[in-house]
């Protein structure tokens, strides 16, 4: 059952990544101030993506979801990359329930 949430989840993220509604990476969400809906993060992000985030969440009041490094790199699978964040309501909140669903992360 858990595995089937990691399928979904990654995929949803594989729409989000094509239709345009996806930043990856500490430099792309750096300064970003339109709105955000979710900001998934892996546990071993370093500071500085740690304390980017954070200011993101102020400017765009959106949601910081970290995960464990192993499940990051399972849903994310983008090589190198700590921070990805959701720009589509509808999709932040589909991957927010799958989340949440199985406590996965």
């Known amino acids: ?3 089937d949430n990691y399928l979904k989840i990654k995929g949803l993220i594989n729409i989000a990544n094509k239709a345009g509604y996806l930043i990856i990476g500490t430099d792309s969400l750096k300064g970003y101030k339109k709105k955000l809906y979710l900001i998934l ?14 200011f993101v969440k102020q400017d765009t009041n959106c949601e910081i979801i970290t ?15 700590k921070i990805i964040a959701i720009k589509n309501k509808g999709l932040a909140e589909e991957i927010k329930k799958y989340l949440r669903g199985e406590n996965i992360g």
């Open 1 to 3: 059952m858990i595995f």
């Open 41 to 54: 993060m892996s546990n071993d992000a370093g500071s500085s993506t740690i304390r980017n985030a954070n």
């Open 67 to 81: 995960l464990t490094n192993d499940v990051f790199n399972k849903v994310v699978n983008i090589k190198n990359c």
